[in-house]
């Protein structure tokens, strides 16, 4: 941690002022930023990180002999048993840093999956999935003829849990489910839901792009088998994100991708890999992007998860009922237990026009099917408008957001 970022004593209900985005304009209105759902923006923290390794410590890891390149290296294998003590894991071998959640999956659909499982073997996934945890399974179904099992979503927004007990069957191999969702904001029993997979003896695979910027997640607590998620949702660096799994899954898959820092031997007739998780991370990493992540996870550490689920549930809750009183407005999903994501729409006017006002009076949201066709399917929409939550969001935030909205509907209604 840089000294400067150790001297800040950052706090849940200050924090806005550690982000320089949000004191700029956007269309010439001061920035309201809801769309932390889809990526977070970034702390001086991580700013700084990211500028002083490499202004001072950059060098390539794992490889050099030299002073510059071993402090390189243990920056960044200090972030590994940093992310190990975020998520509560046993060991930093069972941490792999990737592209993102999404290369994370994919990796296990094609490293877990593909070698061991056969035509007619069968996974679980919810309704209730970014397309991130449909498509690689899509993808295997294509290359071995694996069968998808849905968990439908209720009106609520909540998974149904009595149908997901009746999905197992005798060729049942992975469940594959998010922990909160993207649209919905929903938070999934991942507990029990682990606890029933593994009463299978199914293994499970929790995406947990949406939950661990908002929850303390305990991997270890939960027991999952493989846990995934995103730096840049977190307030890191994009492009950066990790796999945990356990050991004696990591041990038995082959590798991802072939080239330079996974091997420990190489000729022209046979190769031999390195341990995990280097096994996993061939070619020269992102390195200062995992040394911010780092800086990422410490400045969150230092405000609290427990600070940061209070405060969002807060503002959520003031979001809510604020909207619950828009005439026209319709929440989709209001689960009981919910990370800040709200999706709405509203009458006589398409999310995309309602985007386009709230754009121009400085607001960011999204509007679209956010990656989730599936479940707009089954919410019977083309579209809605998503407003979600970061740690820097307060009541004014949602303040001008209904304000905005009653000007969209003055000017479509
Ligand atoms: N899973 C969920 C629930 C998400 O919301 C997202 C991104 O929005 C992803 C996975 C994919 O994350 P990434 O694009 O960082 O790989």
């Known amino acids: 941690m840089l000294k400067e970022d150790a001297n800040q004593l950052t706090s849940i209900l200050t924090c806005k002022k550690d982000f320089p985005i949000l004191q700029s304009k956007n269309r010439n209105k001061p920035l309201v930023y809801l769309d932390s759902a889809s990526t977070a923006q970034k702390p001086h923290a991580v700013i700084n990180a990211?500028?002083?390794f490499y202004a001072h410590d950059y060098a390539n890891i794992h490889r050099g002999i030299y002073e510059l390149s071993e402090r390189a290296s243990v920056l960044y294998?200090?972030?590994?048993?940093?992310v190990?003590?975020?998520i509560n894991a046993k060991s930093e071998k069972e941490i792999?840093?990737?592209?993102g959640a999404t290369e994370a999956i994919n990796l296990i659909a094609q490293c877990y999956g593909r070698p061991q499982w056969q035509a007619g073997d069968e996974v679980i996934v919810s309704e209730m999935e970014h397309h991130s945890n449909i498509v690689p399974w899509l993808l295997l179904k294509e290359q071995i003829g694996i069968v998808l099992k849905v968990i439908p979503v209720s009106a609520s927004g909540e998974l149904d849990?009595?149908?997901y007990q009746t999905l197992f069957s005798a060729r049942t191999k992975l469940v594959a489910v998010t922990h909160a969702s993207n649209v919905l904001g929903t938070i999934n029993p991942v507990n029990e839901m682990t606890a029933i997979a593994h009463a299978h003896s199914?293994?499970?695979l929790i995406d947990g792009a949406q939950a661990v910027p908002h929850v303390a997640v305990d991997v270890a607590e939960i027991d999952c088998d493989f846990y995934v998620f995103s730096s840049h949702k977190m307030y890191g660096p994009s492009g950066i994100g990790v796999l945990y799994a356990?050991?004696?899954?990591?041990?038995n898959m082959p590798p991802y991708q072939g080239g330079g820092g996974m091997i420990e031997t190489v000729s022209f007739n046979e190769v031999t890999f390195a341990t995990i998780p280097q096994r996993f991370e061939a070619g020269t990493p992102d390195i200062a992007g995992v040394i911010a992540f780092g800086a990422a996870l410490d400045y969150l550490t230092r405000i609290g998860m427990l600070s940061i689920y209070q405060h969002e549930t807060s503002i959520l809750n003031d979001a809510q009922a604020k909207l619950a009183m828009i005439p026209g407005l319709r929440m989709i999903g209001m689960a009981k237990n919910k990370v800040g994501v709200i999706s709405f729409v509203l009458d006589h006017i398409h999310p995309h026009d309602v985007g386009t006002v709230l754009d121009h009076e400085g607001i960011a949201i999204r509007a679209g099917h956010h990656c989730a066709m599936p479940l707009m399917e089954r919410f019977g929409l083309p579209a809605t408008v998503r407003v979600s939550l970061g740690i820097y969001n307060n009541e004014k935030d949602i303040d001008a957001l209904?304000?905005?909205i009653y000007l969209a509907k003055r000017l479509f209604d």
């Not at 356990?246 to 041990?251: A, D, F, N, R, S």
């Open 96 to 99: 792999v840093f990737l592209r």
């Open 77 to 82: 294998e200090n972030v590994r048993v940093n």
């Open 202 to 204: 199914v293994p499970i």
């Open 402 to 404: 209904v304000e905005a």
């Open 161 to 163: 849990l009595d149908t």
């Open 84 to 86: 190990k003590r975020f």
């Open 50 to 52: 990211l500028s002083h």
């Open 246 to 251: 356990k050991t004696k899954h990591l041990q």
